[in-house]
């Protein structure tokens, strides 16, 4: 008999069927059908609003060469863009420094024994967190005159503004990620006389940043983004140079669309770093669990070496 031997349950299922989750059973032919259908359409109806749009702006002449032959020139992108775009990093960069030492300062406060430590930083930072963005750059800029009699530039204005309320949800991200850590690396750092303290600085704040980078990343982006608010109080970023832009050169549709590129390539970029950064924490992580737990030496036990399976020594 050449018939092959056979094991139930090992059949080889479809593709589809493997890649199924267990939460959900796997598409059949009428489903995916139905799901090709849908997503042509979708794709259609997106070229018909991409052509509309075009259509309409070539009939404002929003296309002429006019209107976009300046920016290939070097007079506009020093005159207009790169100063906004020096602005709007400058802002965000220290904005981002101040706001992750306020939330590193805060998340850790949140979780201290002492109540007269945890309840004031529970209150700021949700005090902080509840206040629109907007409103407090406003009130930074126009309520620190009525209160100290003097005023501040729209730069610290922005500044201040974005690390406060970025700083309070990044706090509550330092915080959630602390408390993820098992307990027991926490007990048994105490039990070798480690000061509270020292575990938070020393074993549980690296873990958690770790942990949480791809959040804290993306807090960053949005931090960065927030940034064009500084236009309502005249704070030079580049939304507020688009308008200036726009103004001396009359072509608002094609400055608007470059300064979005702008916008658009600085956060993909941010992006591919957290990436980056998470895909080089997992290799470091996997090194280093193959370093402590690598493969024993064959061939050596407690009592030394063996050789021959035979018992070593002298026979009487």
Do not use: C
């Not at 009428?30 to 991409?50: E, H, P, S």
């Not at 020139?73 to 207009?80: G, N, R, V």
């Not at 030492?101 to 007269?116: K, P, Q």
């Not at 990620?177 to 007990?187: L, V």
């Amino acid at each position: 008999m050449n018939d092959k031997p056979t094991t139930s349950g090992t059949a080889k299922r479809p593709r589809r069927q493997a890649q199924a989750s267990v939460l959900y059973d796997a598409p059949g032919p009428q489903a995916r059908l139905r799901y090709n259908v849908y997503t042509f359409l979708t794709i259609l109806g997106l070229l018909l609003v991409a052509w509309f749009v075009f259509v309409r702006m070539d009939e404002r002449e929003q296309w002429e060469a006019e209107k976009w032959q300046p920016f290939f020139t070097s007079q506009l992108w020093t005159t207009y863009v790169l100063p906004g775009l020096g602005g709007t990093l400058g802002a965000a960069a220290v904005a981002a420094v101040l706001a992750l030492a306020f939330g590193m300062v805060f998340g850790i406060a949140r979780l201290s024994d002492h109540v007269w430590v945890r309840i004031p930083a529970a209150v700021v930072v949700e005090f902080f967190r509840a206040i629109p963005l907007l409103i407090m750059i406003f009130f930074l800029m126009r309520g620190s005159w009525s209160l100290f009699g003097t005023s501040i530039s729209t730069f610290w204005a922005v500044v201040l503004g974005l690390m406060f309320y970025n700083g309070s949800v990044l706090a509550e991200i330092v915080r959630a990620g602390i408390q993820s850590i098992p307990r027991g690396q926490s007990e048994a750092a105490l039990s070798i006389g480690l000061r509270k303290g020292a575990v938070t600085r020393l074993i549980l704040l690296p873990q958690a940043i770790t942990a949480m980078l791809p959040a804290i990343i993306a807090q960053l982006v949005v931090l960065l983004k927030d940034t064009a608010l500084g236009y309502v109080i005249g704070y030079s970023d580049l939304l507020n140079q688009w308008r200036n832009l726009s103004s001396a050169y009359i072509n608002l549709i094609p400055a608007a669309i470059v300064i979005a590129l702008i916008y658009i390539a600085l956060n993909v970029a941010l992006g591919y770093l957290a990436t980056w950064l998470e895909r080089r924490n997992q290799r470091s992580v996997r090194s280093q669990t193959k370093a402590v737990t690598g493969p024993a030496e064959v061939g050596v036990s407690a009592a030394g070496p063996t050789a021959g399976g035979g018992a070593a020594g002298p026979r009487a």
